[in-house]
């Protein structure tokens, strides 16, 4: 496990903590502003980030790590405070322009989007991350390694501006006076994710609000104009799979559809929305409604519990899968990962009530007890743990009881 999946590993119960004291503020305060569905799948989502990230590293670290050994032009110490502090003000002003081309670049927003797709905006929205985004956002950070930045402290300073944002993704944090002018808070992060025509693409700064109001894209979070979160073609889906593909696939199938050889191309680079006006014309999208509903399928308490339970579960396998992740072989970590995203892609669909997504679950339950003492214990266990193997019999055993209980009840449609 590397620096980043440790302490992110060891950051998850911090999180949980915060997310659950937030719940409880909110609902002291009378705030609906957490639903069921809505939270798993961005922490499903954020899961999914993590998994995928292990797949990744020659991207995000390894091209670094080559760059700043054969191109840097200085050779900066690692052991200078100086050296930290502008690793940190370069990477957040590097991130700045990352997170402004993730809105103003449709293949950038193809793997930004994700963030945005809540139509709740709470601290597990800050854990909705993207499983595509290392694809290309390692350019935008080359600069560091190419004036010497060392491999160790590019790492840190990456860490620090992600889990700084963590916090500024709530709504029981007001205003802050003149923080709010200089670094990125509650109020300027809340302005963000906002769709109304007044905050869209604005307030890009991840620690500091300062580059905004530098480059003209700050504004102002206004209470006679509260915001409305989500995305301007809603997801309206707990697939997380189809949340980290929708934008690529709209754009893919515009592209085909294009007739010039220059809209195919163009689609990609062009601000998100663009399309090319004869497939516009062709296949026209509704418009924007700000006063849409939430999406919200309905669910019985009993299924909603169901869901957080099997989460719960998965999430401590995620968090076993990223401890193998140095050891393990590379065809063990791809079993583990199927398994993990064809888990919460199923629960995804569960949660939105779809038959399809209890087949699907029932269909895992059954391969979760089957594997331990079919496949000599689990993904990256050299020797077969009885213990386990029979609480994991047990428990797929119980909730597949469960779960066809609520079929007989007709909770689930397709």
């Given at each position: 496990?590397?620096?980043?999946?440790?302490?992110?590993?060891?950051?998850?119960?911090?999180?949980?903590?915060?997310?659950?004291?937030?719940?409880?503020?909110?609902?002291?305060?009378?705030?609906?502003?957490?639903?069921?569905?809505?939270?798993?799948?961005?922490?499903?989502?954020?899961?999914?980030?993590q998994i995928v990230a292990v797949?990744?590293?020659?991207?995000?670290?390894?091209?670094?790590?080559?760059?700043?050994?054969?191109?840097?032009?200085?050779?900066?110490?690692?052991?200078?405070?100086?050296?930290?502090?502008?690793?940190?003000?370069?990477?957040?002003?590097?991130?700045?322009?990352?997170?402004?081309?993730?809105?103003?670049?449709?293949?950038?927003?193809?793997?930004?989007?994700?963030?945005?797709?809540?139509?709740?905006y709470n601290l597990t929205t800050?854990?909705?991350?993207?499983?595509?985004?290392?694809?290309?956002?390692?350019?935008?950070?080359?600069?560091?390694?190419?004036?010497?930045?060392?491999?160790?402290?590019?790492?840190?300073?990456?860490?620090?501006?992600?889990?700084?944002?963590?916090?500024?993704?709530?709504?029981?944090?007001?205003?802050?006076?003149?923080?709010?002018?200089?670094?990125?808070?509650?109020?300027?992060?809340?302005?963000?994710?906002?769709?109304?025509?007044?905050?869209?693409?604005?307030?890009?700064?991840?620690?500091?609000?300062?580059?905004?109001?530098?480059?003209?894209?700050?504004?102002?979070?206004?209470?006679?104009?509260?915001?409305?979160?989500?995305?301007?073609?809603?997801?309206?889906?707990?697939?997380?799979?189809?949340?980290?593909?929708?934008?690529?696939?709209?754009?893919?199938?515009?592209?085909?559809?294009?007739?010039?050889?220059?809209?195919?191309?163009l689609i990609w680079i062009k601000?998100?929305?663009?399309?090319?006006?004869?497939?516009?014309?062709?296949?026209?999208?509704?418009?924007?409604?700000?006063?849409?509903?939430?999406?919200?399928?309905?669910?019985?308490?009993?299924?909603?519990?169901?869901?957080?339970?099997?989460?719960?579960?998965?999430?401590?396998?995620?968090?076993?899968?990223?401890?193998?992740?140095?050891?393990?072989?590379?065809?063990?970590?791809?079993?583990?990962?199927?398994?993990?995203?064809?888990?919460?892609?199923?629960?995804?669909?569960?949660?939105?009530?779809?038959?399809?997504?209890?087949?699907?679950?029932?269909?895992?339950?059954?391969?979760?007890?089957?594997?331990?003492?079919?496949?000599?214990?689990?993904?990256?266990?050299?020797?077969?743990?009885?213990?386990?193997?029979?609480?994991?019999?047990?428990?797929?055993?119980?909730?597949?009881?469960?779960?066809?209980?609520?079929?007989?009840?007709?909770?689930?449609?397709?």
């Amino acid at each position: 496990m590397n620096t980043q999946e440790l302490v992110i590993t060891w950051a998850t119960p911090v999180f949980f903590i915060l997310i659950g004291l937030e719940m409880w503020l909110a609902r002291r305060r009378g705030l609906a502003i957490y639903r069921s569905g809505d939270a798993v799948n961005s922490l499903a989502l954020g899961v999914i980030s993590q998994i995928v990230a292990v797949f990744t590293k020659v991207l995000t670290i390894g091209i670094y790590a080559w760059c700043v050994e054969h191109l840097a032009l200085l050779q900066l110490p690692a052991d200078r405070v100086w050296v930290w502090l502008a690793a940190l003000l370069l990477y957040d002003f590097l991130y700045y322009w990352l997170h402004r081309g993730g809105h103003e670049i449709n293949i950038l927003w193809a793997a930004h989007v994700v963030h945005h797709q809540s139509e709740h905006y709470n601290l597990t929205t800050a854990l909705r991350q993207t499983a595509s985004g290392a694809l290309l956002s390692w350019i935008f950070y080359l600069p560091m390694a190419v004036l010497g930045i060392p491999l160790q402290v590019f790492v840190v300073v990456a860490l620090i501006d992600l889990l700084y944002q963590f916090w500024v993704h709530t709504e029981l944090v007001g205003r802050l006076g003149w923080y709010d002018r200089v670094f990125c808070s509650p109020s300027n992060h809340r302005a963000h994710h906002a769709v109304n025509d007044r905050y869209l693409d604005r307030n890009y700064g991840g620690i500091l609000i300062l580059w905004d109001r530098l480059f003209g894209t700050f504004i102002e979070e206004d209470d006679g104009d509260p915001p409305v979160y989500g995305t301007r073609a809603p997801l309206r889906s707990w697939n997380p799979l189809w949340a980290n593909t929708e934008v690529y696939w709209a754009t893919a199938r515009d592209a085909w559809y294009a007739r010039r050889w220059r809209d195919k191309l163009l689609i990609w680079i062009k601000p998100p929305g663009w399309r090319p006006p004869d497939v516009a014309a062709r296949f026209p999208k509704p418009a924007f409604d700000i006063r849409r509903e939430r999406f919200a399928p309905p669910l019985p308490r009993g299924v909603v519990v169901y869901g957080l339970a099997q989460f719960a579960v998965l999430l401590a396998m995620a968090t076993h899968f990223l401890s193998l992740g140095a050891s393990a072989n590379l065809p063990v970590l791809l079993a583990y990962a199927g398994y993990l995203l064809a888990s919460l892609y199923g629960l995804g669909l569960l949660m939105e009530g779809r038959a399809t997504g209890r087949r699907l679950e029932l269909a895992r339950l059954l391969l979760t007890a089957l594997i331990p003492w079919f496949g000599h214990g689990w993904f990256g266990m050299t020797h077969p743990d009885f213990g386990l193997a029979l609480a994991l019999a047990l428990w797929s055993m119980l909730s597949m009881l469960a779960l066809i209980h609520k079929e007989r009840l007709g909770v689930f449609v397709d």
